[in-house]
């Protein structure tokens, strides 16, 4: 056996071995937490239930209303939940969930491993794999029925893809990146500035192989001809794959809508003088969540103001929240959504102070206290969490000097404006911390490239003592 052969073996069983760890702690975790399962706080099962049953895109309460067309959620996440039913009775399981999330996890870290390797980060590429494994929040949110693990998924599948055509700038390659982040579109609206951003981007990137195009030269007008091809390819992979959610939005409601009905609610959410007042006098320390109400501090006059201010709105279309469906439910979306802009228009400043909360928020290392009455196990986790989430900060660091100008550039360009994204969409929407998630892979990315850079620093340093 060749030397060679030898250390691509050893590669294999070491991408073996991540995948196994990964299997068995996210496994174990899922089964611990198990009965978190049976929860649905967003509605997504209630909907993949209503598509198996009726073949409608729905969030009626079955025992109140017959099901009736919604667009109020992103259609991806509960269409996957829809085929895992099963059975005469097509019900869906837990377990099927977890197996989905389980496996939607290791494909994340095998992408992410995967993405890291073509970028050439060595051993520094099982770190990256690790490290979203490990991650807090990823954790957290797998045994949760929410788009998180979904989110992950589609962020490293399109940043591959992305990668991909870096390295063979033809029209298949940014087809089909196009048609990923699309996709990833249709778990959260965020990524769409995306798409169009990369389509942009993909009209400046000179065509062919990276390398073997640099040595010859083309001429001027195919060049040209070429980039265009590109860039409408990316773009039409992306509208294609976006196109059935809009035409069915069309035929349902007169509206083509590319989004969902739930933007006017989060920029409300995010934008209204209760949360503000709340920003400039609360004493709790405690996250402004209008749904549940507490007994400690301001918080619950805040709240209550909100809803009755929020039931107000609903009242004047003499809809109730469950039944805001159809026509009501975009009426609903843009007088929230114009509310919303009339909040900040006066009150400035108050804008201003939210955005930063929220960008904080989306960042931040330490989780947010969640009770007044906080357990010392639970206030440990949360110091725990913060220093895993400073550690990972602290080598991304290291890994934007060890970059530099490369981040400003294709292939790692892509993921930089992903994460500028991101927090420009959360300076103005409702944001918490679970936000960040499809993110973590390209941060993770960058702190395996930042490790090398610690790595090879320290052994500068020996050699030299």
Not at 455 to 463: F, K, M, N, P
């Amino acid at each position: 056996m060749t030397l060679a052969s030898r250390a691509s073996q050893f590669a294999h069983w070491r991408l073996i071995a991540l995948l196994a760890f990964t299997l068995a702690l996210r496994g174990g975790l899922i089964l611990a937490r198990f009965d978190q399962l049976q929860a649905d706080p967003d509605s997504y099962l209630l909907i993949a239930q209503h598509l198996v049953r009726s073949a409608v895109f729905s969030v009626d309460d079955p025992s109140v209303n017959s099901p009736r067309p919604s667009a109020y959620r992103p259609p991806l996440y509960p269409v996957l939940l829809s085929n895992l039913a099963v059975g005469k009775d097509l019900i869906i399981h837990s377990g099927a969930i977890a197996i989905a999330h389980l496996a939607m996890g290791l494909a994340t870290v095998w992408l992410t491993w995967l993405i890291a390797r073509w970028l050439e980060l060595g051993w520094a590429s099982y770190i990256a794999g690790l490290l979203v494994a490990c991650d807090p929040i990823l954790l957290n949110q797998q045994s949760l029925i929410m788009t998180e693990t979904l989110a992950a998924l589609c962020t490293v599948i399109a940043w591959a893809l992305l990668v991909r055509f870096h390295f063979n700038r033809n029209w298949w390659n940014a087809g089909l990146a196009g048609g990923a982040i699309g996709l990833a579109a249709l778990c959260r609206p965020t990524y769409l500035p995306w798409l169009a951003v990369s389509v942009l981007l993909s009209l400046l990137l000179k065509p062919g192989k990276v390398g073997a195009s640099q040595s010859t030269s083309q001429q001027p007008n195919r060049e040209i001809s070429q980039r265009l091809l590109n860039a409408i390819a990316m773009l039409i992979g992306g509208v294609s794959v976006l196109s059935p959610w809009v035409i069915r939005n069309y035929q349902a409601f007169q509206e083509p809508l590319v989004t969902t009905t739930h933007g006017g609610y989060t920029l409300y959410l995010a934008n209204n003088r209760h949360f503000f007042a709340y920003l400039r006098h609360d004493q709790t320390g405690l996250p402004w969540d209008p749904k549940n109400r507490t007994e400690f501090g301001d918080q619950l006059r805040y709240r209550e103001s909100f809803n009755e201010e929020l039931n107000g709105v609903l009242y004047g279309l003499n809809a109730p929240v469950l039944s805001l469906v159809g026509n009501n439910e975009f009426e609903y979306d843009r007088m929230l959504a114009e509310q919303s802009r009339q909040e900040i228009r006066n009150d400035p400043a108050g804008f201003l102070l939210a955005a930063w909360y929220r960008v904080r928020q989306l960042w931040s290392p330490l989780p947010y206290k969640l009770a007044a009455d906080e357990s010392r196990a639970r206030m440990l986790l949360r110091y725990l969490t913060a220093g895993w989430y400073l550690t990972v900060y602290a080598l991304a660091l290291a890994g934007c000097y060890r970059l530099r100008w490369n981040l400003l550039r294709s292939p790692w360009l892509w993921g930089v404006l992903l994460c500028a994204i991101f927090t420009g969409v959360h300076t103005l929407y409702w944001c918490n911390l679970r936000m960040r998630a499809p993110l973590m892979p390209i941060v993770a990315i960058v702190a395996a490239a930042g490790l090398l850079q610690v790595t090879q620093s320290a052994g500068r340093v020996r050699s030299s003592a």
